[in-house]
């Protein structure tokens, strides 16, 4: 079955503490692997797609990597704004837009 | 370029009713995707709808239905509600290329409707 982790499920961070957020998958012929941002009651916000071992990709304090069996999102010197849940998610197999998304992490970063 | 747009944000309902969600995905987005959210559970897949054709369904019961019409705007219902329904609905759209085969592209969520059954 495929199935995304996420680890850790909750990070507490002072502003300017750069870490990295971990999603690991089980999906064979990844068809993409994507990235969100959830704050609370709303819908999530896309960041990046990544198709290939080794891509990278970056939006301001943000960098998505990936191999080929996981990614990570690494945030340098965070600000409070960055306090989010983040999900990452994958098509499984069968060629539909389905995605399975990970539980997510919470990211809290503290001023 | 507005974004997907659901309607309505907020609902409460009774056990045993019913209720229609609404869902606008972007201009030019002919594919539609629901999922639901619970705290429990995180992101669940419902349903994917191409072309006023369901494509994909996910694990839920036959309470759960929906259709896309022809301007690929998508409605789903659920049906004899239960307090378990309670969740945040998500509808999300993207631009599926002709065949939808190789990679995928990015699915663009809207705002979600959130239902609170009594």
């Known amino acids: 079955e495929d199935q995304v982790t996420q680890s850790p499920e909750a990070l507490r961070l002072q502003e300017g503490e750069s870490s990295s957020l971990n999603c690991s998958y089980t999906?064979?012929?990844?068809?993409?692997l994507f990235w969100y941002r959830q704050d609370p009651g709303k819908g999530p916000e896309f960041l990046f797609t990544?198709?290939?071992a080794g891509e990278e990709k970056e939006k301001e304090r943000l960098k998505a990597t990936l191999t080929k069996k996981e990614s990570f999102l690494h945030i340098t010197a965070p600000k409070p704004e960055d306090s989010a849940t983040y999900l990452c998610a994958v098509p499984p197999q069968g060629g539909s837009e389905k995605l399975v998304f990970g539980k997510g992490t919470k990211l809290t970063v503290n001023p | 370029k507005a974004g997907v747009t659901q309607t309505p944000r907020y609902l409460i309902k009774t056990r045993g009713q019913q209720v229609t969600l609404s869902c606008s995905p972007i201009?030019?987005?002919?594919?539609v995707s629901w999922y639901q959210q619970t705290p429990g559970q995180g992101l669940q897949f419902l349903f994917e709808?191409?072309?006023?054709?369901?494509?994909n369904k996910g694990n839920f019961p036959g309470r759960f239905s929906g259709r896309q019409f022809s301007n690929s705007r998508s409605e789903m219902n659920v049906s004899t509600l239960e307090l378990g329904d309670s969740a945040l609905y998500l509808c999300?759209?993207?631009?599926?290329?002709?065949?939808?085969?190789?990679?995928?592209?990015?699915?663009?969520f809207g705002p979600g409707t959130r239902l609170t059954v009594l």
């Open positions: 990544l198709y290939s």
């Open positions: 201009s030019g987005h002919r594919s």
């Open positions: 709808y191409f072309s006023e054709t369901q494509r």
């Open positions: 999906v064979s012929g990844l068809r993409g």
């Open positions: 999300a759209s993207s631009l599926l290329l002709a065949g939808g085969h190789g990679v995928n592209n990015e699915q663009f």
